[in-house]
């Protein structure tokens, strides 16, 4: 199993446990364990309402893809360590990592 820290909105802290061999964007993991994010382009990387913060992982996946910074750059309350939760899919190495929801509710 591979777990995730999810922090939200008002920092309240939850672990989602997700199988190893599953082929699902964090994105699709969120919205399935009833996490409120919006992800209205359905993952397309057009709306940025799945911007989540790397809180705690691996240092590869602080670092967002060229697609994810041009829309990252839209948002005020983008940082260095803000991602794409549609662009990030989910890993065996992705274990322990915490994430914090950022995208509008
Ligand atoms: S779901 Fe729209 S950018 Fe990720």
């Known amino acids: ?3 995730l820290t999810i922090e939200d ?3 309240g802290r939850q ?10 964007s ?8 009833d996490h409120h ?5 359905g993952g397309m990387a057009l ?13 590869k ?9 041009d829309l990252l750059d839209t948002l005020p309350d983008a940082a260095a360590d803000s991602r794409l939760a549609c662009q990030l899919r989910i890993s065996e190495d992705m ?3 915490v994430f914090k929801i950022k995208g509008e509710a």
């Open 95 to 97: 274990d322990g990592m």
């Open 15 to 24: 672990t989602v446990e997700i199988p190893e061999d599953i082929n699902l």
């Open 37 to 41: 994010i919006l992800a209205t382009c």
């Open 47 to 59: 709306c940025a309402t799945c911007h989540v913060q790397v809180l705690e992982g691996p240092e």
């Open 61 to 69: 996946y602080f670092k967002a893809t060229d697609t994810e910074l």
């Open 9 to 11: 909105r008002d920092g």
């Open 1 to 3: 199993m591979i777990n």
């Open 26 to 33: 964090l994105m699709e993991v969120l919205k399935a364990s």
